[in-house]
Structures are given as C-alpha cells and as structure tokens.
C-alpha cells in the first residue's frame, strides 16, 4: 500500500515536472522567435523587465541595445517561458500596431484592467472592441471636442484662482505646490464635466463621493503594496475575489458599488434626455461624451445588434475617466516640470502666450469669444513646439504590449542579429518570425528618444527642434506628430485630440498667471502604469512634483 503510494505520488511529480519542462523550456524554443539573439539575464530568476521598463535609465538601455543587438531583440518576460520580442524597428512597430485583429492585448491585461472599470474601449479585443470603438469615434470628433474649450477654461479660471488664494495665505507671492497633485485634480474635473456632465468640483476640495470612489480604485489599481501572488492568483481564478475576497477586492466592491449608484444614475438620466429630445423631434443639444456617444449609439448609422448595452457605456465613461485623467495630469505635470527647468523657454512662451489677450474672469467670456480665444492660443506656434517636445520628452504611457494571435511575419527596415546554428551571431535584416502567443514590447519612449531618429540631442528638451526635423522623423509612425505618445493604429488613443485641448488651455491659463521654478528637490520618473514623478529616496511619499509657483499679478520677479 505505502509502495503504491509512493509509486503514485512519485509518477505524478515526474509528470508535473515533465510538464512543466516542455511547456516551460521546450514550447517557448519552437517559437521562431527564438533564432533572435536575446538580451543576457542579470540571472537565472531575473527577466529584462526592469532594464527596459524603468525610466530612469530605459533610454540608456535601449540605446546600448541598439548598438549591441539592433532594432529587434529578444528580452525575457515575467518567467522563463515568457520569452518577447521587443522592436524599436519603425516598420515592425507600424505593422504590429496596424494588424490590431492579429496582435491584442495580453489576456491577462484585458482582464486585469476589467477588473477595475469594466470591459470598455481600453480592454475590449476584437468584435467587441470594433463596436464600442465605432460608437464612441464621434464623440471624439474636431467640432464636437471644441466644444470642450470652455469648459477647460472655466476650470483654468477655478485652478488659478485656488493658487491665487494658497499664495495669497502663504505669503503672499509665491508658495511650492505640488503641481502633480493640482493637475490631477484639474483634470479629474474636466473629464467628469466633458465626459459626462458631472462637478467633481475638486480643485476646491476632495470630498465629492464619486471623485472619491475613483481615486481610491484607481489608486488601487497602481499600488505597488499589493501582494504579486495575490493579484496574479486573481487574475487567473477571479472567483478567488468572490469566495477570499481581501482589503483590494473588498475596496474595488465598494467602489463599484458608489460608480454604479452614481454614474449609473447619470447614465440612465442622460439617457432618458436623449431618447426624449429624439422622440420630440429635436436632437439633444447636450455635448458631453456621454451624450454623444448615447446619440451616436442611437443613430441610424448603427446597425440595432451594433448597439451599446447600458452596461457598456458605463465601462467606457469609466475608462474615460481613467484613460483620460492620470494620462493628461502627467501631460501637464512633465510640462511644468520641463518649463521650471528651463526658464530660457518658459520666458519665452509666456511673451507668446501673452499676445492672446486672457480678460480677468471668465464671466466676461462669451461662447464666441472663447471660441476665438482657444483658436488664437492653439495656433501659437512656440506653444505648439513645446507642448510637443514636452509629450516627446516624456510620454505618460512608457510602453504598451501586444500578443500575436496567430503565427506571422513582422516586416522590417532595420538590422538585428539572429544567431548562427554553429553560436555566434550575424547580422540580418529579413523580416521576423513569430509564433503564436509571442509579446511584443513597444518601447512608446524609446521610440521618441531614438538619437538615430532625432539626433544627438534627442533626450534633451529643445522645443526648437521641431523647426527643422531631420527628414528621417516622417517615416516614423505614430498618431501625433510622428511621436508614440498616444501610440499609433487602430487601438491608438481615442482621447489625443482631447488631451491636447486640455493640456494647451491649462498651460496657457497657468503661464500666463504664475511662473513655475525648480525647488532644487531631485526628481525622478518612475513607471507606475504611467510614467510619473517622485522625489529621489522619498517614494513612499507618493508621485510628487513640488514646484515654486510665483504670481505675476503680485510680483515682478519671474
Ligand atoms: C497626454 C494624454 C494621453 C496620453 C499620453 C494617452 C496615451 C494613450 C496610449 C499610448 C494609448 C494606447 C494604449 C495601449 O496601446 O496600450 C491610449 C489609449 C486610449 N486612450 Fe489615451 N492618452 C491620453 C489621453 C487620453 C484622454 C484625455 C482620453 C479620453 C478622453 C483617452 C482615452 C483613451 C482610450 C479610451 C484608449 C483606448 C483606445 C482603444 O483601445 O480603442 N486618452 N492612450
């Protein structure tokens, strides 16, 4: 009896391992990936992720592999069957994010960023994804985000005045703020007013219930506190939250619970609105997202079994909020940051921006005038330089990954090494193939600091450059400007056109009331979901970005 036991136990742990071994160690080398040389490991158990992942030095990093390896390399993911392709090869990239029914988001992310706003434009594959984007593409439309300007104005107006106050009682000139934690705040509060019509009203303070629910679940969402196993053992077997739910799964519940009473509500409302106004005869005038998207989800232009469930349009005012929000505050926070520590180009922007008159309170601002006021500012073309350098210089999303679906060929323009049958490696330029299943990383930050794209001074932070483009720029791909910023393809950000209104207002309503300076406090960027400040051996205070904020209407010194 023992001996069978024994037997039994030991040809179970055999099979195990045995198991393990071909799809761990056999299946990842049939994948022609394999021939692609491979970065070397810090170890055994150490994958490349932080090399290339960490701002701090990613851009040195990719520039050594470049000179060592080329364009393509293979990098070891999180384990040792997770074996990815990263490319900084233009071609390559424009195919991979071109062929978005071929290469989708890692399972493990769709159902990740699910777990926290609901299957919406940011996590949705294939069919699902093509619908909810074809309802959604209107709203985000050129007439229909113009008429965002005055709403980002008048929080413009409500952001400067709050300054002014804090300045006001701290000593009356200036005072260091944290301009991460103020522009998180103002762009909380334009996406929930552009996005569906709500107040969050926390530039004046950070009560609001549904302001709160947000915070903390996406808050939540990029804590580094939480336990790896616990969050990958979720993943997986999401029942885990359902039968063992712990302190995150209880909190993202209650969160649930206030977004579904509260925005849900706001939901049904609008609904009601817009089918109301449609059955009078007359369309409804309401221009937030969510308006939008509910008229164009009731368009004849949809196909009826096209159409968006209530419960898919709350997942995307979710996303929105959580797309549209830490992306642009960082948008504006690296700015100011880029301005502070160059007072040469801050001077200079603020004598543009001044040529557009701004008058003292929004109130005496008529819709027209607005209008003009926001073309007057968006055409500045000094300002257009360095809002672009800035979103060059730092890209708020680091990175992003695809999984091919199916084996395929990525084309290619640049060289990379492949290694010989005998060992050693060779030069080559052939197109590259990939099994399915295999990641590919796309380095968004490396893409917009390539030295070989945008010469030797590419990391520095030169608005001027974008006068004389070196020619190879063009055939770099990209949704803006030939930048990755806001990534490139059908699955490229929906909001970029959004967040450049919003970012260009907030600046100019900034610049031209206070100057910005560096407190002297070290900063770094660290990649938490997004790319974001923090003060060099204070991290567990938090992303921060302490800046001197001087007012001009008091002081003469800039
Ligand atoms: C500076 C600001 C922003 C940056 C840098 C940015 C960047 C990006 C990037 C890189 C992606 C692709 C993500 C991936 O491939 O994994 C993306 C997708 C997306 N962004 Fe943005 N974004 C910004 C602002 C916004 C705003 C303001 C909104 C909404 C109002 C928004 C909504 C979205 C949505 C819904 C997607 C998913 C699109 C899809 O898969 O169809 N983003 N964004």
């Given at each position: 009896?023992?001996w069978?036991?024994?037997?039994?136990?030991l040809?179970i742990?055999?099979g195990?391992?045995?198991?393990c071994y071909?799809?761990?160690?056999?299946?990842?080398?049939?994948?022609?990936?394999w021939?692609?040389?491979?970065?070397?490991?810090p170890?055994l158990?150490?994958s490349?992720?932080?090399?290339?992942?960490?701002?701090s030095?990613?851009c040195?990093?990719h520039?050594?592999i470049?000179?060592?390896?080329?364009?393509?390399?293979?990098?070891?993911?999180?384990?040792?069957?997770?074996?990815?392709l990263?490319?900084?090869?233009p071609?390559?990239?424009?195919?991979?994010?071109?062929?978005?029914?071929?290469?989708?988001?890692?399972?493990?992310?769709?159902?990740?960023?699910?777990?926290?706003?609901?299957?919406g434009?940011?996590?949705?594959?294939?069919?699902?994804?093509?619908?909810?984007?074809?309802?959604?593409?209107?709203?985000f439309s050129?007439?229909?985000?113009r008429?965002?300007?005055?709403?980002?104005?008048?929080?413009?107006?409500?952001?400067?005045?709050?300054?002014?106050?804090?300045?006001?009682?701290?000593s009356g000139?200036?005072a260091?703020?944290?301009?991460?934690?103020w522009a998180?705040?103002?762009?909380?509060?334009?996406?929930?007013a552009?996005?569906?019509?709500?107040?969050f009203n926390?530039?004046?303070n950070?009560?609001n219930?549904?302001?709160?629910?947000?915070?903390?679940m996406?808050?939540?969402?990029?804590?580094?506190?939480?336990?790896?196993?616990?969050?990958?053992?979720?993943?997986?077997?999401?029942?885990?939250?359902?039968?063992f739910?712990?302190?995150?799964?209880?909190?993202?519940?209650?969160?649930?619970?206030v977004?579904?009473r509260?925005?849900?509500?706001?939901v049904?409302?609008?609904?009601?609105k817009?089918?109301?106004?449609?059955?009078?005869?007359?369309?409804?005038?309401?221009?937030?997202?969510?308006?939008?998207?509910l008229?164009?989800n009731l368009?004849?232009?949809?196909p009826?079994?096209q159409?968006?469930?209530?419960?898919d349009?709350?997942?995307?005012?979710n996303?929105?909020?959580?797309?549209?929000?830490?992306?642009?505050?960082?948008g504006?926070?690296w700015?100011?940051?880029?301005?502070?520590?160059?007072?040469?180009?801050?001077?200079?922007?603020?004598?543009?921006?001044?040529?557009?008159?701004?008058p003292?309170?929004?109130?005496?601002?008529?819709?027209?005038?607005?209008?003009?006021?926001?073309?007057?500012?968006?055409?500045?073309?000094?300002?257009?330089?360095v809002i672009?350098?800035?979103?060059?210089l730092?890209?708020?999303?680091?990175?992003s990954i695809?999984?091919?679906?199916?084996?395929?060929?990525?084309?290619?323009?640049?060289p990379?090494?492949?290694?010989?049958?005998?060992?050693?490696?060779?030069?080559?330029?052939?197109?590259?193939r990939?099994?399915?299943g295999?990641?590919v990383?796309i380095?968004?930050?490396?893409?917009n600091?390539?030295?070989?794209v945008?010469?030797?001074?590419?990391?520095?932070?030169?608005?001027?450059?974008?006068?004389?483009?070196?020619?190879v720029?063009?055939?770099?791909?990209?949704?803006?400007?030939?930048?990755?910023?806001?990534?490139?393809?059908p699955?490229?950000?929906?909001?970029?056109?959004?967040s450049?209104?919003e970012?260009?207002?907030?600046?100019?309503?900034l610049?031209?009331?206070?100057?910005?300076h560096?407190?002297?406090?070290?900063?770094?960027k660290?990649?938490?979901?997004?790319?974001?400040p923090?003060?060099?051996?204070?991290?567990?205070?938090?992303?921060?970005?302490p800046l001197r904020?001087?007012?001009?209407?008091?002081s003469p010194?800039?």
């Open positions: 009896m023992l069978e036991i024994l037997t039994t136990s040809a742990c055999g195990t391992l045995a198991f071909y799809q761990f160690s056999i299946v990842p080398r049939r994948n022609p990936l021939k692609v040389c491979a970065l070397p490991r170890s158990f150490h490349n992720m932080k090399l290339i992942l960490d701002p030095f990613s040195k990093a520039e050594a470049a000179e060592q390896y080329g364009r393509s390399v293979r990098v070891q993911g999180v384990g040792p069957w997770d074996q990815r990263l490319t900084f090869d071609v390559a990239l424009h195919h991979v994010t071109k062929n978005s029914n071929i290469y989708e988001k890692p399972w493990t992310t769709q159902r990740f960023i699910t777990s926290f706003i609901g299957c434009l940011l996590s949705a594959a294939g069919s699902v994804h093509k619908r909810q984007r074809r309802v959604a593409t209107p709203a050129i007439q229909n985000l008429a965002f300007a005055p709403i980002v104005f008048e929080r413009g107006f409500r952001l400067r005045d709050r300054w002014r106050d804090i300045i006001t009682k701290n000139d200036k260091v703020l944290d301009v991460c934690m998180s705040r103002i762009t909380f509060d334009v996406i929930g552009a996005g569906f019509d709500y107040d926390s530039i004046k950070d009560t219930e549904l302001f709160c629910a947000y915070r903390e996406f808050e939540l969402s990029i804590s580094q506190n939480q336990n790896v196993m616990r969050q990958l053992l979720s993943i997986y077997f999401p029942i885990v939250n359902v039968l739910p712990d302190l995150a799964a209880r909190t993202v519940k209650r969160c649930h619970k977004i579904w509260v925005a849900g509500t706001l049904q409302e609008k609904k009601k817009v089918l109301d106004a449609l059955q009078g005869g007359k369309p409804c005038e309401d221009k937030d997202l969510l308006a939008l998207m008229k164009s368009s004849t232009e949809i009826p079994d159409r968006l469930s209530d419960e349009i709350l997942n995307n005012v996303t929105v909020m959580f797309a549209g929000s830490d992306t642009s505050s960082l504006l926070t700015t100011l940051y880029l301005l502070a520590k160059n007072p040469e180009v801050q001077d200079q922007l603020r004598e543009e921006l001044s040529t557009v008159h701004c003292e309170s929004f109130g005496d601002l008529s819709v027209d005038e607005i209008d003009s006021l926001y073309g007057n500012v968006s055409e500045l073309p000094f300002f257009d330089k672009k350098e800035a979103l060059r730092v890209p708020p999303v680091h990175s695809r999984v091919a679906d199916q084996d395929d060929v990525i084309p290619t323009s640049q990379y090494k492949i290694q010989k049958p005998g060992g050693g490696a060779v030069t080559v330029t052939s197109p590259i990939v099994g399915k295999t990641v990383h380095p968004i930050e490396a893409f600091l390539d030295k070989s945008w010469g030797p001074d590419a990391w520095e932070f030169k608005p001027d450059r974008w006068d004389n483009l070196p020619d720029v063009k055939t770099q791909p990209g949704l803006y400007s030939n930048l990755m910023t806001f990534s490139a393809g699955r490229s950000c929906i909001g970029m056109r959004f450049i209104i970012i260009k207002i907030v600046i100019y309503m610049v031209i009331n206070f100057s910005f560096d407190t002297g406090a070290d900063i770094i660290s990649n938490v979901v997004f790319t974001r923090y003060i060099k051996n204070k991290y567990q205070e938090g992303s921060q970005l904020v001087v007012r001009l209407d008091k010194i800039h």
